[in-house]
């Protein structure tokens, strides 16, 4: 049931952030008519238009629906400070994402495994993306897929013809077409599967938040920040919250699904962190959990953009033609993620597994879309999938309303500086093959076209961006030092989990929105077996 102001202040879960995590447990917990459970949301209902219109994404950056986060200076990116938008409204970041549906590569479950043990390896993992899954695209006999999950995963219905000139250039790279992206291992190129339901955005809230809201044993509150956890001894109790009904008591659990900013920022906020920075800051100290905010990961991505010389691009694709066509037939450039393809490729033959990632638009994708581009172009755009160097949140001061500090330490080590370079020099290999070359007209500031690797190096400091990934802030494992068990409990705390993108110890060579759902539903069933 949708409330501003809940009037039963006592539940069995109290789930805070309603992002591609909360979504998940809201829906699975309040499966069972006999318990309650409350889901309580910072931003407001996810009512805008441009929530729905897939192009329309970057529109959503800097408003209301939005946290509008700013980094720390990065003193290896030229002392830039990097904008970091997060969803701020049900579905969280899946509902101003770019939609891409990418699980990973196996070695990054077992990589997990390791960490927290082999419940969490690819083999015993896997069914959890396809309980999720709902596939709509063609399936093969033995499709990875699931197809009767609550998320609607589809191909994108009109890609771009300069998509398909991407693809081409793959192959004529020697790259591997894979007949479906989102197998064990994806090294090669292939269209993105997209979380939309005929051509629109299909979020988490659409998915899970939407078919459960009518339960009267489910309370969704929005506009209601929660500023802090309540305790007895080492037991949460409750949490308090601004903008709504005050302090909420939850019978069982508190789970925390704020995202990889906003759940290390809550438990330090509470006491639950490094003491002594804890200490510095005028917190009580609760637990003493040091690894609270730290082994902050992201993806760092540097964009190759050229011009093109037809009008075939994205660029001034929202015309009143084009929004009747999305409007009537969910169809058009207007049903595009902007990241339509894409190519998972290794710098060394001797890796693993692919550690760069070249992601296809047909648009030219600068400064994270905030000013429309009135050049057609196009975009390719250079993944840092395994940063060596870390980063971490910390409190940015005691009261609520204060932002948390925010230093991903990009390219801290000089391995992911020379990384990146390996890739931009496959981007450009791409855009030179013929298949590419014809439409393409010289490049598009800030990339400087083809120059030499030290220059290079400097173009990819003075504007590299985020591709909007943090995880790992509230890692999980089986070592004592971890902040979350493999069963996403705080350490040292009772009664209060962790279930969102920060408690992955290893970010993926993926995009974050399918492990964050994957590892949500097995933690609803964590949850549902120790309440045994
Ligand atoms: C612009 C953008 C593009 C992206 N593109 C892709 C993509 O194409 N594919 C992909 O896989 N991933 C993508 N991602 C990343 C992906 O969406 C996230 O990794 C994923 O959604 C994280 O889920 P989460 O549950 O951890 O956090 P979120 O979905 O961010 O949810 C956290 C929720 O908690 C709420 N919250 C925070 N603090 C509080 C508080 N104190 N009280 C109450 N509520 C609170 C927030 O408002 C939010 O709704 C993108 C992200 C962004 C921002």
Not at 95 to 107: I, K, Q
Not at 137 to 164: K, M
């Amino acid at each position: 049931m949708l409330r501003t102001a809940g009037t039963t202040r006592t539940y069995d879960y109290i789930v805070v952030g309603a992002g591609s995590a909360g979504c998940v447990l809201a829906a699975r917990l309040s499966e069972d008519p006999g318990v309650r459970v409350a889901l309580v949301e910072s931003g407001p209902r996810d009512r805008k238009p441009e929530i729905r219109i897939p192009a329309a994404f970057p529109k959503l950056f800097k408003t209301a629906y939005d946290w509008d986060f700013t980094t720390a200076k990065q003193e290896a990116l030229g002392g830039r400070e990097l904008y970091w938008p997060r969803g701020h409204t049900l579905g969280g970041s899946s509902s101003l994402n770019a939609m891409m549906w990418v699980r990973g590569h196996r070695a990054d479950y077992d990589a997990w495994g390791e960490a927290a043990g082999p419940e969490w390896a690819y083999d015993a993992f896997v069914r959890y993306f396809r309980r999720a899954e709902r596939w709509t695209g063609p399936t093969p006999r033995d499709s990875v897929y699931g197809t009767d999950g609550p998320l609607w995963i589809s191909p994108l219905r009109d890609p771009s013809p300069l998509t398909f000139a991407f693809l081409a250039a793959c192959h004529d790279r020697g790259i591997t077409g894979l007949r479906e992206l989102n197998g064990p291992d994806h090294s090669g190129y292939a269209t993105t599967p997209v979380n939309q339901r005929k051509g629109r955005r299909w979020s988490a809230a659409d998915g899970y938040l939407k078919p459960a809201a009518r339960r009267p044993n489910l309370d969704i509150l929005t506009q209601t920040r929660v500023c802090g956890l309540e305790f007895e001894g080492k037991r949460v109790t409750g949490v308090v919250t601004q903008g709504g009904p005050g302090t909420l008591t939850a019978r069982r659990e508190v789970v925390l699904s704020a995202g990889a900013i906003g759940s290390p920022h809550l438990l330090m906020l509470s006491g639950i962190g490094d003491p002594e920075r804890l200490r510095e800051a005028g917190v009580e100290v609760k637990v003493a959990s040091p690894d609270v905010g730290r082994h902050l990961q992201d993806h760092l991505a540097y964009a190759v953009t050229v011009r093109c010389p037809r009008p075939v691009t994205l660029t001034g694709a929202d015309t009143l033609p084009n929004l009747g066509r999305f409007l009537l037939r969910g169809r058009g450039p207007l049903t595009s993620n902007l990241g339509e393809a894409v190519a998972f490729v290794r710098t060394r033959p001797d890796l693993v597994a692919p550690d760069i990632e070249l992601v296809f638009a047909p648009a030219p994708f600068v400064g994270h879309g905030l000013t429309p581009p009135t050049e057609h172009g196009l975009t390719i755009g250079v993944v840092l999938l395994q940063p060596v160097g870390e980063g971490r949140i910390d409190l940015g001061g005691t009261a609520v309303t204060t932002l948390p500090r925010i230093d991903p330490g990009y390219l801290t080590a000089e391995e992911d500086l020379r990384r990146l370079v390996v890739g931009v020099r496959r981007a450009e290999q791409l855009l030179a093959t013929p298949a590419l070359a014809e439409h393409t007209a010289g490049p598009l500031a800030p990339y400087p076209g083809v120059v030499d690797d030290e220059a290079l190096a400097a173009a990819v400091r003075g504007s590299a961006e985020t591709l909007y990934h943090p995880v790992g802030t509230c890692r999980m494992g089986s070592d004592e030092g971890s902040v979350t068990d493999p069963r996403l409990r705080v350490r040292g705390a009772e009664g209060l989990r962790v279930v969102d993108a920060s408690v992955m110890p290893r970010i993926t060579r993926g995009h974050t929105h399918a492990p964050t759902v994957a590892l949500a539903e097995k933690a609803a069933e964590l949850i549902l077996e120790d309440a045994r």
